[in-house]
């Protein structure tokens, strides 16, 4: 079982940047490939960006390609994402999800665990 905890979400303007961290719990959070997936009012769950449990091969959607940037720290059980240069159009509420596989997996529903979300609100 895995807990996941996301946080760093908040109002920003276009062009700003945000880091958000997902916290995980239990002594097995290195085994666990992890994704950032997020969702605007009206709109699907859509993925944002993936990244295996070692670090490596880090994956993203082509909208956030260049501006986010995925990274784990399985010392503090945490995973990020930086988001650079942000618009309008990443308004959404983020989450983490975790797999225990050595793969990553950009379809949600492949993902066995999940957070809350942390809402993004892009605006001038």
């Known amino acids: 079982q895995v807990q996941l905890v996301e946080s760093g979400g908040g109002l920003v303007q276009p062009g700003d940047s945000l880091r958000l961290s997902c916290a995980a719990s239990g002594r097995t959070f290195s085994t666990y490939s992890m994704g950032w997936f997020r969702q605007a009012p009206g709109k699907e769950r859509e993925f944002v960006a993936a990244?295996?449990?070692?670090?490596?091969?880090?994956y993203y959607a082509d909208s956030v390609k260049g501006r986010f940037t995925i990274s784990r720290d399985n010392a503090a059980n945490t995973v990020y994402l930086q988001m650079n240069s942000l618009k309008p159009e990443d308004t959404a509420v983020y989450y983490c999800?975790?797999?225990?596989?050595?793969?990553?997996?950009?379809?949600?529903?492949?993902?066995?665990?999940w957070g809350r979300g942390t809402q993004v609100t892009v605006s001038s």
């Open positions: 990244i295996t449990w070692s670090g490596g091969a880090p």
């Open positions: 999800a975790a797999k225990r596989s050595v793969s990553y997996y950009t379809a949600w529903g492949a993902y066995d665990y």
